[in-house]
């Protein structure tokens, strides 16, 4: 029997949706937001029901009807700390997605649950969410920070790393669950982690932390000098966590986020974007370099994902100074709609059992 699912993975100014039918995409669609639209329906949680609506007329245009789907699975949102899987959507899940002081915010994510919630309900159907940013694998070891005050926090790609490391694993005919990885996901942000035995047990910061550079975020920063720029009265808060994770690394150096449009300036022989690119790659080596250290150098692959896997010279760059560690694998692309529509389908084929949260 086949199963069809939809998937909704809602952005700051997009909503992404896809529907499967087992593995086969019936369709795959980016809904695209005015923000001066979406500021007049109030703060970020009241655009579920005008994102919803829009979700439900693109399934009309691309004639899938409503009430032949078994499943709805969104995005994971900012909700607390988790082991990996694929969690029901319940009140208390809800609830968690409306408070900003769990995390200090509110991210455009919670709005998956919301209305993954919704269109399930009138259909009568179960709705989920699959590995949310907030997956929290981590040995105790990897929480201590230096002072006491700071504890070491799981942020990071959880849903395209989770979902292309268990693809890998079975391109390679091992256990997931028995195998050591390093996931290199490298996009806006840049998340690397050790995967110990089917668990992701460290990992940078990928949104406001550690770690290498990104094109769009600054990374780890000398204390001194951060502490500097911070009471230096240059930077309101808001304006410096805005500058830090949304136009620092490669924004900041360049005035890009572009990986392609990096490629085109080095192509034409331009030493400066080179020097950074090749920076980011050098830090992003590093950082997998220490994830081996983690995992005592018994690691079985180590693979590259995320839109920045697509650059070959990118990709060179890094491999070229990892590779002694354990073979590599490039596995580019997000993989986002894939990873949420095949966990929904695992669990009503009974592959995988939803967890309450």
């Not at 809904?31 to 399934?59: C, S, T």
């Not at 990928?206 to 001194?224: K, T, Y």
Request: proline residues 4%; hydrophobic residues 40%.
């Amino acid at each position: 029997m086949e199963y069809r699912v939809l998937a909704i993975n809602p952005g700051s100014t997009s909503t992404k949706i896809a529907v499967y039918d087992d593995d086969k995409e019936v369709f795959n669609k980016t809904l695209r937001h005015d923000p001066a639209e979406l500021n007049k329906l109030g703060g970020l949680l009241d655009q579920y029901d005008f994102r919803k609506n829009l979700v439900m007329e693109a399934l009309k245009e691309n004639d899938v009807a409503p009430e032949s789907l078994q499943a709805v699975v969104g995005r994971g949102g900012l909700i607390r700390p988790v082991t990996g899987g694929v969690y029901k959507v319940n009140d208390k899940m809800l609830k968690d997605l409306k408070d900003p002081s769990i995390w200090g915010r509110i991210h455009a994510s919670n709005l998956g649950a919301f209305i993954s919630r919704s269109i399930a309900e009138n259909l009568k159907i179960p709705a989920f969410i699959v590995d949310p940013v907030t997956v929290d694998e981590f040995d105790d070891i990897a929480r201590i920070s230096g002072i006491p005050e700071i504890e070491r926090k799981s942020l990071f790609h959880a849903l395209n790393i989770r979902y292309t490391a268990r693809r890998l694993a079975r391109q390679l005919n091992i256990d997931f669950n028995k195998s050591n990885m390093i996931a290199a996901h490298m996009g806006g942000g840049i998340s690397i982690a050790p995967i110990k035995q089917g668990r992701v047990v460290d990992v940078n910061n990928a949104l406001l932390g550690m770690g290498p550079f990104s094109p769009q975020r600054a990374g780890a920063l000398p204390i001194g000098d951060l502490l500097e720029m911070a009471f230096s009265g240059k930077y309101t808060h808001k304006e410096l966590v805005n500058y830090l994770t949304k136009n620092a690394g490669l924004m900041a150096y360049l005035k890009t986020d572009s990986g392609i449009e990096v490629q085109k300036r080095i192509d034409k022989g331009d030493k400066q974007f080179k020097l950074i690119r090749d920076a980011m790659c050098y830090q992003i080596a590093k950082e997998i370099g220490a994830c081996a250290t983690v995992l005592e150098g018994k690691v079985d692959a180590i693979f590259l994902t995320g839109g920045l896997a697509y650059g070959e010279q990118l990709t060179g760059e890094i491999k070229r100074r990892v590779e002694f560690i354990a073979p590599i694998y490039n596995m580019p692309g997000e993989n986002e709609m894939e990873a949420l529509s095949q966990a929904g389908v695992n669990v009503l084929k009974g592959l995988e059992e939803a967890k309450e949260y």
